[in-house]
């Protein structure tokens, strides 16, 4: 069996990963797939540690947690969607015309 | 014992069921003709569903229903909810927002499209609310504020032709995303230490965990999602923008409703699930709230000090009076019995911000609806043009000064009070130079309005009578606290000290 | 001696190669920059109009419904699973059986909702709809 | 109990006159006849019969002291109140006060509507708001209470002296009044704050008044918090400061300059405030907690030696002025000097009696005075006047009275009751003397100075009488005065009957002489609720300050004798010599006469110089540099903290780029810190 601080080392690294994405992409839906990574080293844990403890409250939360991110991608891409009809652009950075 | 004799427990969550067939009859409603533009019909019947669940609210909180005279919280669905006192208080708070936003949308969507799918989202958002202050488990938690979150974003881009509207929901979409992946990420931790997401086994588990530190960075980074809902540092980044560029009914909504839920959902998983009295030592989260709150309120009110929007200034604003809420959480320490009066303050507080904060967020709205600039300057002689919305304002900007007699004034009074009860002076004394410097930058709306000269002509034609009526009533709800003060602060603090029993 | 070395060994190798391939055809070949090399590449004929197509909102919207409500049956597998053990048990049709009717009545609702709202609906575009009623004539 | 439940009438009537006053004021018509003056009559009218009624009903063996409203409570601490206390002492203070408010009422009707003033309503709004807050203070049951009617006491007393603010002296005047006074109420304040503090309580009768428990305390079967200090230390300071208060009303050294300067009010107001009522303030107030003066020795001591050389003071004063009412303003200073010489030698009903005596004189007096200047065209200076008394009999057989009872000639009421001040600081004096006593000595000194003083009242009233009244007429005014109606002759009358008769009330030499059993003020103040009797306070200033009655020659009787008769012996030399310097048909001045002493004695001793001195020369570059401190560093901390808060408010709105990955950043960045912050505290890794 594989000990339980792999999978938390896993996870870390993929949320990381995702992470990284965030602050390096500018294209929204990268932007997108990041999250989607963070949300996933979550899932990593969940299920690793309901193997762990020998229940499934973390395996049925992953679930959630999926339908929950595809929930998010839904209103995302709605949001680029209409972010690209009025900036032309799905930079996430060009839109600034609000500051400070 | 009202409701345990007349009606099922499945029923306690009567004030967020009623939300959510509001929500799906708005749906229907406009299934069964989606080219209608009766706004008049969905605005009502949004209306109604908000009032039925305040008063179910009401009508709980004064029975006593989940609250330690009949028998304390009532759990359903195998503890993943439970109903207490601050429960419904919260639910109150959302419905009465909820309301008022509602009413006030009426004129304000006026010969706008989708009018049906912006109430619908409103009342989903506001299920979510409420959930999120029942929540009793970190997956009905997490749940309950993704369902207020997503709706929340696609209100803020409700107005798709317009750049603000669409860059700000972006920016909430984007920090909103990010936040909730550090959110349930934190989840994950805390149940990689204790196995369990139910609020009292995760206490249970925590009490002498061996592992301090991944429950430690769990704590933290859902710490960091309540920061992010309650628009706290330092995941506060999207709040000036969201609630500028959003539709105002939707700022207000959002700057109070939200905000509170935030508030409601963080005072029951630090209270029950890492309670003072569990959590290992090494896991000091009133240390950190104490920082996040200083931090926020003193950045809050000092950007709010320069900003030359009203909108904005708005926005800065509300960071500032997360800060001041945020007391509640930080003015903790274990087994004090101080605790119930510090965090039944900050959820006083909380209710008199709904009340007052939605106010000034409809006024600009009712500001929006005249085709007024945002500006401190456009604001000018406002006062002589519509005396009565302007009277209005000036009370929702005193009172969120914190100035007597209103009811801003009493909730801080308590706050600042019971975190120097407590021996957390300085926090109350950041507080309220805080609130000192923040009467500048309210005044100067008060200033504009009444003392200067107009610097233009205003071409106000119509009185939207809805929007007339929504900031009344935030306007009355902020004076009717005053006399009410007594009662709800010790509903207030009753509840809270339930949470710590 | 641990065999994931060899593992190891061969992923150097397959990263390797390409890079030297490419190291080595970049030091050799002389550069000529030119305006049909830069140019997209469509089967030999010449481009035409830019790279970035826009897609139908259609094609988002299908999209959109399918990931929704293709997740929401991920939720309902739990609960056949557990379905006839519970009903064995002795748990009521309404404990089992309600929540999940409640559960796809909301979703109904829903779709019934984008159905009406034309999300589903095969919108033409207005350019092949011209296209079309040129060709008949 | 009946009477008592319209107590609270007396002062709401006057308050009613007020507000329909400033009502008429405000509305700027001539909504009244008369200006006004009839509410105003009606309601002191109306006071005084329900005075009066009180009065009665006090007489009858009854008192009332009932706390009317709680306006703040700290649990298990103390109480603020508002209460209503009648006993003999304050019912007898209200029926002089609404007799005297009523009278001066009429005689305005003479000295300002007929004169056709303008901005009576507003005239008789301060009036009657005098009147209110006057009652007020006369039937407060505690110090707080008191304090807060005083105050108010003295803001209309403002408002009156300024009442002709268009022209140049009055409101400078009126200001000054109103600060100096307010300099002594500085003190009365912190009294009172100490008063709360050391007793928690500040009422003034009762088993919880606070005389009982510093009574209790200094037989120590009680303790208070006496702030480190011995008790009867820390008493004394707190008396002291509360009398800083009663200095300053009462015009005594050195706080006295700002009533000659009153006189820029309207006579009736003079009259009223200034001679009768609002002064008397002070002395009422010492009388009023008499049961905690009676306590510490060196304040009664104090008390008296302040009273016998204010009465010396400004009696010398009075010889030289030229206006009539300046010499009634010094005589009024004099006067009450008397009272507080009797209230430190322990004779609590000789000063009351004075203050009865006097508050019926020097009214008398000030409104003949007012019917004077009305005869003389607004005219004050007595060299313009003379001869008049063939031309306004009745003014000139009242202020006739007046003056004889104010020099102390037998047997006008003034002999009677200053003869009993005089007495009663003798004994004392001389019992202190005997039984080795330090403040026997004081009390003799002082009393010195009172007999002194007997002399120069004699003086400079005579001189004033017979230059205005007698002689030849000196200026066309005078030959062809104007006429004064009923409503100036009936007041006059009234007082002057009083001024004849009050002293009978309490003829202490007579009835020591023949045994007869008249000494009705004694009997009158001997009862009254417990810890309030003269013969408590009696007790207490033997007990407490060892006041025992020393003899003269001949023992009691001979000692009274002796006394009245020194006494009246002086005031006779002195209406004598004012007879023979003045009462020729061409007086001359004979200031010059007095050498260097006319220039200090015009100067008023040049008190007014050494207060202005000390106001510009001391007090000014204190303010200066305290607003240098104020400007320079407060502010300067002010503006720099708002200043620092907008800049840095600039800066930090700065975070807000508005590019949404540099967000992505900081959050990621904010989170981070507090990982290892937080990682490190815990132990986490």
Redesign the interface.
Known sequence: MVPAEWYLLLAAAVFCIGLIGILTRRNALLFLMSVELMLNAANINFVAFSYQWGNVTGQTFGLFTMALAAAEVAIGIGIILVLYRNFDDIDVTKATTMRW | MLLQSQLPNSLALAPVLVLALTA?LL??V???D?DSTNSAALAGISVVGALTSLGFAGWFLSAGTGQVSTGGGISLYGEALVVDGMALFFMAIFASVTAMVAIGSYDYLRGKPHQAEFYTLVMFAATGMGLMAAANSL?TA??AL?LAS?PS??LV?FL?????S??????Y???G??????F??G???V??AT???VFSDVAEALNGTEF???A??GV??IA?GFAFKTAS???H??A??AY??APAPISAFLSSASKAAGFAVAFRVFTEAFALSAIP????WV??FQ?LAVVTMT?GN??????ENVK?MLA?SSIGHAGYALIGLAALSAGSAQNGNVMGASMAHLLVYGFMNTGAFLFIALTEHWDIGRRFEDFNGLGSQAPVACAAMTVFMFSLAGLPPFGGFFSKYFLFAGAIGAGFWWLAAVGAVNSA?SL?YYSRVVKAIWIEDPSGEFQITSKPIGLYAAVMIAALGTLVLLPGFGPVIEMAQTAATALFA | MNPWIAIGALGVVSIGIPLGMMAVSALLRPSVPEQGKSAIYESGEIPTGTARLQFNIQYYMVALLFVIFDIETVLIFPWTVIYRSALEQGASLTEVLLPMLVFIGILVVGLVWAWRNGAVEWVKSPLAESRKTERQT | MAAFDYAPAIVLLPFLSFLVSVGVAVSGRDLLPKGGALPGIAATAGSFLLSVWMFLTVSGGQYYDETIYTWAAVEGSFELTFGLLIDPLSAMMLVIVTLIATLVHVFSLGYMNDDGQTGLPRYYAGLGLFTASMLGFVVADNLLMAFMFFELVGLCSYLLIGFWFREAGPPSAAKKAFLVTRFGDYFFLIGVVAVFATFGTSQFAGAEAFPVLAEEVLLGEASANTFGFAPQTWFTIVGLLVLGGVVGKSAQFPLHTWLPDAMEGPTPVSALIHAATMVAAGVYLVARMYGFYALTPTTLAIIAFIGGFTALFAATMGVVKREIKQVLAYSTISQYGYMMLALGSGGYIAATFHLMTHAFFKALLFLGAGSVIIAMHHNEDMWDMGNLKEKMPVTYATFLAGSLALAGIFPFSGFWSKDEVLYEALVHGLGGLGGGEAEGALLLGAWAMGLLAVFFTGFYTFRMVFLTFHGESRSDTARNPHGVGWNVKGPLAVLGVLAVVAGFVNMVPVAKLTGAEIEFLHKWLEHGPAGLTSEHYTELTHEFAHYTAGTLAGGELGTALISGGVSLALALAGVGLAHVLYNVPEPTEHTDKLGGIKTLLYNNYYQDEYQVWLATGLTLPVSRAADKFDQGVVDGVVNGVSSVSLFSGSRVKQLQTGVVSNYAMLLTLGLTVLLVVFGLLGGWF
Request: charged fraction near 15%.
């Open positions: 799906l749906l229907v406009d299934s069964i989606p997956a997490f749940v993704e997503l974003y696609a881009a798709k032709k317009n750049r603000g669409v860059e700000a929901g972006l920016k979409f984007l920090i995303a990010v936040s909730s992946a550090v349930v990420f989840i994950s931790l149940y990689a196995g369990s997401m301090v530190g991944v430690g960075l933290l980074m960091g540092v330092p995941f980044f999207w000036p923008e500028e560029g030592a090494g896991i000091d240390l950190l920082i950045l000092f950007a709010a000090a320069t900003q904005r800065y410097l500048f």
